[in-house]
T-cell receptor
Framework: KQEVTQIPAALSVPEGENLVLNCSFT??????LQWFRQDPGKGLTSLLL?????REQTSGRLNASLDKSSGRSTLYIAASQPGDSATYLC?????????????FGQGTILTVHP | KAGVTQTPRYLIKTRGQQVTLSCSPI?????VSWYQQTPGQGLQFLFE???????NKGNFPGRFSGRQFSNSRSEMNVSTLELGDSALYLC?????????????FGPGTRLTVL
């Protein structure tokens, strides 16, 4: 059974800092891994999708890496801004007969203060 | 292009009642998944539909059911509501077969059971 863990559970940083959020998964047989952000009381916004054959993906100030062999993914946020404050979730997709099922971590609550 | 829409956005029901939630995927998307989000359990997978067929189901009691229509719109139904069913219900759509594509989430339906 796939389990996804995110560390740290919460992070508070001053504006402008570069930061790293960690995601680990127990079953390395994943098809892809997706990072989301969630603002309070809202739905999930997709940030990056990394296929199992890829090592990293970049979008603007965000960079996500994937190391299947070690069961780890990281989300790097450069030059953080107060608008980045949200909960960040990673989700693993095992593919195959799991089809659309994503297994989520508990999230990292990020606060960027001015 | 319109995103994933969910109706209603908020619902208040009493124990024992039943409820139907609706999800309209992004135009052209054929896969729809449903998730339950609670503070204690986080995001948990309910079921996934593709071309009107349920391909995967999470570990929820039979009170939770769903269906998908020929236009890819999906509904989920919860019968005999319990207090523990209070949650944010999220649906996600993807372009093709769920595990191959990025998933996009709607804003959710907030269900409160009194």
């Amino acid at each position: 059974k796939q389990e996804v863990t995110q560390i740290p559970a919460a992070l508070s940083v001053p504006e402008g800092e570069n930061l790293v959020l960690n995601c680990s998964f127990t079953d390395s047989a994943i098809y892809n891994l997706q990072w989301f952000r969630q603002d309070p009381g809202k739905g999930l916004t997709s940030l990056l999708l990394i296929q199992s054959s890829q090592r990293e993906q970049t979008s603007g100030r965000l960079n996500a890496s994937l190391d299947k062999s070690s069961g780890r993914s990281t989300l790097y946020i450069a030059a953080s801004q107060p608008g980045d404050s949200a909960t960040y979730l990673c989700a693993a997709n095992a593919g195959g007969t799991s089809y659309g099922k994503l297994t989520f971590g508990q999230g990292t609550i990020l606060t960027v203060h001015p | 292009k319109a995103g994933v829409t969910q109706t209603p956005r908020y619902l208040i029901k009493t124990r024992g009642q039943q409820v139907t939630l609706s999800c309209s995927p992004i135009s052209g998307h054929r896969s729809v998944s449903w998730y339950q989000q609670t503070p204690g359990q986080g995001l948990q997978f309910l079921f996934e539909y593709f071309s009107e067929t349920q391909r995967n189901k999470g570990n929820f009691p039979g009170r939770f059911s769903g269906r998908q229509f020929s236009n890819s719109r999906s509904e989920m139904n919860v019968s005999t509501l319990e207090l523990g069913d209070s949650a944010l219900y999220l649906c996600a759509s993807s372009l093709g077969e769920g595990f191959r594509n990025e998933q996009f989430f709607g804003p959710g339906t907030r269900l409160t059971v009194l």
